[in-house]
């Protein structure tokens, strides 16, 4: 394809890598001369605790993302460019200055990007220039898996089922950029020449990912997949507990699509057929293949749903009256500092607030405590995710919450209440977890760690533990919550139920 632009410009935002990203492959098939740019948005920077992961993950990644693009044509002047303020006034200008008639970006369908995109739209055509979009952090876009009546899919397995019936290898093949970057690589403006910033000179903490096992930037994205790949055919075995490295730990790379949902998905989707592969191995694969797909579920959810922001994906359920006032408000902060009582709940936010991560079957615990045994709307446990979770994406984290609230599509029953006891000797049964997060209890033998309460005095005792001293009491009686909650879900007609899926 011959250019069709003299100059155009790539902005990067939830898409930190080189490799196989489609606004850059069509950037490069477009433009003679293409500059870089990553914009530190005010917008989102500003409601962000001082001590954010998430700004250092950024920062990092884009170091690399800026040595990558220097490396590939092999000149310093080249690079990326970084701002900060706000996209809607500094792409149009950047655009002008630079020469640019075509803004290459990769699509997001979250409320507050498509309205910032619509607007830097707009500015740019009345400057005589374009925004162009490209599909890349997902598999399929919103209207690319529907059901036979053309609408969107409200439960998983048939919109998996879809999904794989619609799986080519056209939707998995990468977009490579590595010959044409060299040729087309535009030098930056002397004055656009700087380092990319530290989280310290953004005005945040330095040093809040010191300690965490978690590699930034594309090759950070490699070196846990390289981790990951030899465990993949034990996934399934493995995935639902956390004392165990099960999971991949991608979610955050994906999040900043410091890797390729297509590379993923394309080694899910072989790894499922492999021949000398047994059915177990294969079976790892189908499982993890599946969860990506729920990721592009809840994408597509949010997309034909915004609503979900703010209010149940499922109407009825907005008639639930929360607990609130002081009481809950201590019982909030109890769950969001671990102290609930309950270990594995504990253990959970713990790991949270230490790691920024929080693993996939605790996600569930600990949503469903919050509402289901403290009463609590879960619009505040989505919120405090959302601060904390490296991981943090608007789709996934708002179906997740749905889901344990069962407000959601295809959402967890309402009447279907985790036991965090049973859930914890379950996933946890030697107490593994919760020792290393919550090592006041380390000393407990296994088995009374799932509910310290139930130990005999002498017990407690040799393992120096005093109940309300060291450790909480538990804020609430799962029994009596269980039927608080009962009731507090019975105005929702029994019709509106939801089905019984089950989530990841
Ligand atoms: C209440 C709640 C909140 C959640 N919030 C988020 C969030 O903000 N961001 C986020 O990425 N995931 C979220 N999840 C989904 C899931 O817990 C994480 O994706 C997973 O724990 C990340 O770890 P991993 O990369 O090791 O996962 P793996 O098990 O290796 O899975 C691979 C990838 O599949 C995707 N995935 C897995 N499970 C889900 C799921 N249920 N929904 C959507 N995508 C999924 C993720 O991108 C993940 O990285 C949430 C789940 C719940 C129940």
Known sequence: MTPSHPVGLIWFRRDLRLADNAALYAALQQCKKLFCVFIFDDSILAPLPHADRRVEFICQSLAELDGDLRAACGRQEAGLITRRGLPQDIIPELARQLGADAVFCNDDDEPAALARDAQVAHRLRAMGRSLQR???????????????SLSPFSVFTPYKNAWLRKITPFYLSSYPSERDLAARLADRPEGERRPVPTAAELGFEAGTLDGLKLPTGASGARELLDDFLPRLPRYQAARDYPALKGPSYLSVHLRFGTVSIRELARTAHASMQREDWDAAAREGAATW??????????????AHHPHVVERSFKPAYDAIVWDSGPEADALFAAWCAGRTGYPLVDAAMRQLAGSGYMHNRLR???????????GIDWRRGEAWFAEKLNDFDLAANNGGWQWAAST???????????????????????????ARYVPELARLPARLRHAPWLAAPLELAEAGITLGRHY??????????????????AVVKAGDAGSAASHS
């Open 134 to 148: 490209s599909k890349d952090h997902r598999i399929f876009g919103r209207d690319e898996v529907l059901t036979q």
């Open 289 to 302: 293949l599946s969860e990506l797909i729920w990721r592009d579920f809840y994408f597509q959810i949010l």
């Open 364 to 374: 569930m615990v600990a949503a469903s405590f919050l509402v289901k045994d403290l």
């Open 408 to 434: 959601g599509c295809d959402a967890q029953p309402w009447f279907r209440i985790f036991n965090p006891v049973t859930q914890s000797q379950k996933f946890d049964p030697e107490g593994r977890f919760i």
């Open 472 to 489: 909480p009491h538990p804020v609430v009686d799962h029994a009596a919550a269980r039927e608080k909650t009962l009731a507090r879900y």
